[in-house]
């Protein structure tokens, strides 16, 4: 079955304590792998998308990267304002369908 | 470029009742996706549109029902509404839905069923 599977649920940091999310996936037919950012009470916002294996995307404090079988969304010095939950979607198969993981709530204080 | 939109925002419906929710895709995006959003089950695939057409189907029971316009514009409908049915409904938009392509997403609706 195909699965998308984020850790931690949660994660407290404190202002500049440089951490990393991880994305566990089972899926046949990976087409793509997409990092999201969301506030609550809004919807998802598109950060990075990664192809294949090896590949690694950078913007400001955030940095993605992708193996075989897991992606990690590495969070350097980050700021309160980099608090969100921080949702890892895969699109896999041959109808392209996309499978959500449960996100990390990401909670940063100064 | 203007993004997905969504109406209403906000809506409060009794059990029993339908709803029917809009969502205006990017400019030039033909397929759209609904996403169901709660805080136990995360975000659920309800099912996406493209060229008037639905290409994929979640698991959900047939009161979830969609269609999408000729200017790609997609509704949702859901029938005889429970209080299960409370939810952030989100519709993300991208250009063809093939492969690897990125979807965006709107703001959303939130349901409140009582």
């Known amino acids: 079955e195909d699965q998308v599977t984020q850790s931690p649920e949660a994660l407290r940091l404190q202002e500049g304590e440089s951490s990393s999310l991880n994305c566990s996936y089972t899926v046949s037919g990976l087409r793509g792998l997409f990092w999201y950012r969301q506030d609550p009470g809004k919807g998802p916002e598109f950060l990075f998308t990664l192809y294949s294996a090896g590949e690694e995307k950078e913007k400001e404090r955030l940095k993605a990267t992708l193996t075989k079988k897991e992606s990690f969304l590495h969070i350097t010095a980050p700021k309160p304002e980099d608090s969100a939950t921080y949702l890892c979607a895969v699109q896999a198969g041959r109808k392209s369908k996309f499978y959500f993981g449960s996100g990390t709530k990401l909670n940063v204080k100064p | ?114």
């Open chain 2, 1 to 114: 470029k203007a993004g997905v939109t969504q109406t209403p925002r906000y809506l409060i419906k009794t059990r029993g009742q339908q709803v029917t929710l809009s969502c205006s895709p990017i400019s030039g995006h033909r397929s759209v996706s609904w996403y169901q959003q709660t805080p136990g089950q995360g975000l659920q695939f309800l099912f996406e549109y493209f060229s008037e057409t639905q290409r994929n189907k979640g698991n959900f029971p047939g009161r979830f029902s969609g269609r999408q316009f000729s200017n790609s514009r997609s509704e949702m409908n859901v029938s005889t509404l429970e209080l299960g049915d409370s939810a952030l409904y989100l519709c993300a938009s991208s250009l063809t839905g093939m492969s690897a392509e990125t979807q965006y997403f709107g703001p959303g609706t939130r349901l409140l069923v009582l």
